[in-house]
Nanobody, 124 residues
C-alpha cells in the first residue's frame, strides 16, 4: 500500500503562482508514472500533467506554458509549479501515482493510487 500526501494548495489572486507537492510513502515498488489531475465543481476529473519515469512529460493544453511538472525520485515526490493562474484553474487537485511491481517471467502488476486532494482557488 502506498500513501500520498499532497500540500501547497490555497487561495491566490489571478496571475499568481502556487507550487503543489505530493509525497509517496509506504510499500513502494517502482513508481513509473506520477501525475496531477483536477476536478472543478460540476466537471469531470481531468488530467493536468503527467511525468514518466524517464522524465518525459505530458501537459494538458489548458495549462501548457503555465504549469510545469517535475519529480524527485530520491524523495518519491512529484511537484506541480503553477504560474499565471486563472480563475478557471480553480479546482481540487489530486495526485496520482502508478506503482509497478516487476516480476520475473510474468506480467508486471500495476497499482494505481490517489491522494486526498488539495483545493486551489484563484480569485481576486
Amino acid at each position: 500500500q502506498v500513501h500520498l500526501l499532497e500540500s501547497g494548495g490555497g487561495l491566490v489572486q489571478p496571475g499568481g503562482s502556487l507550487r503543489l507537492s505530493c509525497v509517496a510513502s509506504g510499500n513502494i515498488f517502482n513508481i513509473q508514472t506520477m501525475a496531477w489531475y483536477r476536478q472543478a465543481p460540476g466537471n469531470e476529473r481531468e488530467m493536468v500533467a503527467r511525468i514518466y519515469s524517464g522524465g518525459g512529460t505530458m501537459i494538458a493544453d489548458a495549462v501548457k506554458g503555465r504549469f510545469i511538472i517535475s519529480r524527485d525520485d530520491d524523495l518519491n515526490t512529484v511537484y506541480l509549479q503553477m504560474n499565471d493562474l486563472k480563475p478557471e484553474d480553480t479546482a481540487v487537485y489530486y495526485c496520482n501515482v502508478i506503482d509497478t511491481r516487476f516480476r520475473p517471467s510474468a506480467a508486471p502488476n500495476e497499482y494505481d493510487y490517489w491522494g486526498q486532494g488539495t483545493q486551489v482557488t484563484v480569485s481576486s
